[in-house]
T-cell receptor
Framework: GEDVEQSLFLSVREGDSSVINCTYTDSSSTYLYWYKQEPGAGLQLLTY?????DMKQDQRLTVLLNKKDKHLSLRIADTQTGDSAIYFCAENGGDDMRFGAGTRLTVKP | DAGVIQSPRHEVTEMGQEVTLRCKPI?????LFWYRQTMMRGLELLIYFNNNVPIDDSGMPEDRFSAKMPNASFSTLKIQPSEPRDSAVYFC?????????????FGDGTRLSIL
């Protein structure tokens, strides 16, 4: 099958940049998404990128897409304690939307 | 705007009992999804509907699980009989039109504990 893969944990210090990486396998994916899940809550769409783009910036968030390597990353600048959450990478491939296992980001003061 | 609304937020019941989870999608959204999230298996798609019709239920784990969408504003996920291994957080999500170019909006989930 086709899997979306992410590392499970990332720990950074407050004020540093965080980079969460994701690899996907479906080259037909049109959009790639980043969702954030805070404790006790559902997944919240953070940002997304169209597959013909290689970068998208939205305030402290930067998404980089390397379509050749099927690699997606999310950079959070000036990481704050409120950014501590689980971040999910997701791709759409036709009729299905597939999620990675999520990266748990811990921000230490 | 109201988001996806799920009820109950928490459910604790004994094994063997019937459990019904409820979802109200965002008005105007044509697609509705049911997911299950556990530590071991992560986020799993159970079933999704388009215009109230089930499209893909290949993720439904067993015949004990069933889902319905009697109208555009309501869906249920039922487990009968429930087992301890069904304990998880169940999410409902909805999206407008096609899956590919419209992101899914998630409810806050139902945390289900089967004793």
């Amino acid at each position: 099958g086709e899997d979306v893969e992410q590392s499970l944990f990332l720990s950074v210090r407050e004020g540093d940049s965080s980079v969460i990486n994701c690899t996907y396998t479906d080259s037909s994916s049109t959009y790639l998404y980043w969702y954030k899940q805070e404790p006790g809550a559902g997944l919240q769409l953070l940002t997304y990128i169209f597959s013909n783009m290689d970068m998208k910036q939205d305030q402290r968030l930067t998404v980089l897409l390397n379509k050749k390597d099927k690699h997606l990353s999310l950079r959070i600048a000036d990481t704050q304690t409120g950014d501590s959450a689980i971040y999910f990478c997701a791709e759409n491939g036709g009729d299905d939307m597939r999620f990675g296992a999520g990266t748990r980001l811990t921000v230490k003061p | 705007d109201a988001g996806v609304i799920q009820s109950p937020r928490h459910e604790v019941t004994e094994m063997g009992q019937e459990v019904t989870l409820r979802c109200k999608p965002i008005s105007g959204h044509d697609y509705l999804f049911w997911y299950r999230q556990t530590m071991m298996r992560g986020l799993e798609l159970l079933i999704y509907f388009n215009n109230n019709v089930p499209i893909d239920d290949s993720g439904m784990p067993e015949d004990r699980f069933s889902a319905k969408m009697p109208n555009a504003s309501f869906s249920t996920l039922k487990i009968q009989p429930s087992e301890p291994r069904d304990s998880a957080v169940y999410f409902c999500a909805s999206s407008p039109r096609g899956i590919g170019n419209q992101p899914q909006h998630f409810g806050d989930g139902t945390r289900l504990s089967i004793l």
